[in-house]
């Protein structure tokens, strides 16, 4: 079970006024390491798990820190870029294809990302593009475009020269910009067709449903082998209409759906009828159609999704 870093055990020193004062500090400085770590890795285990981390290091700190705000970053950005080195080698070996781990953004968790900085780059679709970018190159353009430090900040934070970080920021930015959308949608747009969408679904008319989604539109469907799920991406109107077709039809017996805010974005989460996450679902919409569809169905990316009350169901 993932321990936050606010529920460690205190050790028998803890009671002193300098470890009390370092418990506040992180504490205060939590949200925005939660949302570098997260952006970083798209993974809440894993972000959890690099803040753990960073805590005890923080506590293990005996010199006087004059910024503990840059500290903190520096510590969660570091250990960010080490275990996404590390990651990048097991989503080599990932079975079928890998999406982000869903973050609810109006459940308790959402207090862990830092709502000021949510929006574009917390979405599902921004942080598939991210994963074009090296471990560095993506912790710079978070640094950078994300956070909006300064080149001198992200120098410090990720050990390397100010003349270095502007040339690794243009390339990333280079590279981002080349697989952007072309064209913004508004929420309003987005919350109207997902109404279609899941309207069309339910009622299986699948040519409405072709007449919402792109021409290329790709569905993105992550089961990490441990559950049934398109090993590859699904491109075209027909095809993806035909694909939700099959899964909605072999959906389990009592099957609730509940619309949620997932990743900042309209989305959707699947339960099982006792009231266990069996799937979270997003889209991505430009001019007026849905263009990406993403379908997380692994159940270890959903172990975050608290249960649906009893009530609910």
């Not at 506590?59 to 510590?75: G, K, M």
């Not at 699947?270 to 001019?287: K, N």
């Amino acid at each position: 079970m993932k321990v936050d870093a606010q529920e460690l055990p205190a050790r028998p020193e803890a009671r002193s006024e300098s470890d009390m004062g370092k418990n506040e500090d992180f504490d205060r400085h939590r949200p925005l390491l939660f949302s570098i770590a997260y952006r970083m890795l798209g993974s809440v285990a894993d972000a959890e798990d690099v803040l753990q981390e960073a805590y005890l290091r923080w506590r293990r700190t005996d010199d006087e820190v004059r910024s503990p705000r840059a500290y903190l970053s520096t510590i969660v950005t570091r250990l960010s870029i080490d275990q996404l080195r590390s990651a990048r080698t097991r989503r080599e070996e990932y079975v079928g294809a890998w999406l982000p781990e869903p973050l609810l953004t109006e459940e308790g968790i959402a207090d862990a990302a830092e709502t000021a900085i949510l929006g574009e780059s917390l979405s599902m679709a921004f942080l598939v593009l991210l994963e074009s970018l090296t471990p560095t190159e993506r912790a710079v353009f978070l640094l950078r475009e994300v956070f909006d430090y300064d080149y001198a900040e992200v120098s410090r934070l990720v050990g390397k020269s100010e003349d270095n970080c502007r040339q690794i920021s243009r390339r990333a930015r280079q590279s981002v910009a080349a697989r952007r959308p072309r064209f913004e949608s508004s929420p309003e747009q987005e919350e109207r067709l997902m109404r279609s969408f899941l309207a069309a679904c339910a009622s299986g008319d699948m040519e409405i449903l072709v007449s919402l989604l792109s021409e290329d539109v790709i569905v993105w469907s992550d089961g990490g082998g441990k559950v049934r799920a398109a090993l590859r991406p699904i491109h075209g109107a027909q095809k993806a209409a035909r694909y939700f077709a099959v899964i909605l039809g072999k959906a389990p017996p009592g099957l609730a759906i509940r619309r949620a805010s997932v990743n900042g974005r309209p989305g959707v989460v699947g339960y099982f009828a006792d009231g266990s996450p069996q799937s979270i679902l997003t889209l991505d919409v430009e001019e007026g159609s849905i263009r990406a569809i993403h379908l997380v169905v692994n159940p270890e990316k959903l172990e975050n999704v608290p249960p649906l009350a009893e009530e609910a169901r």
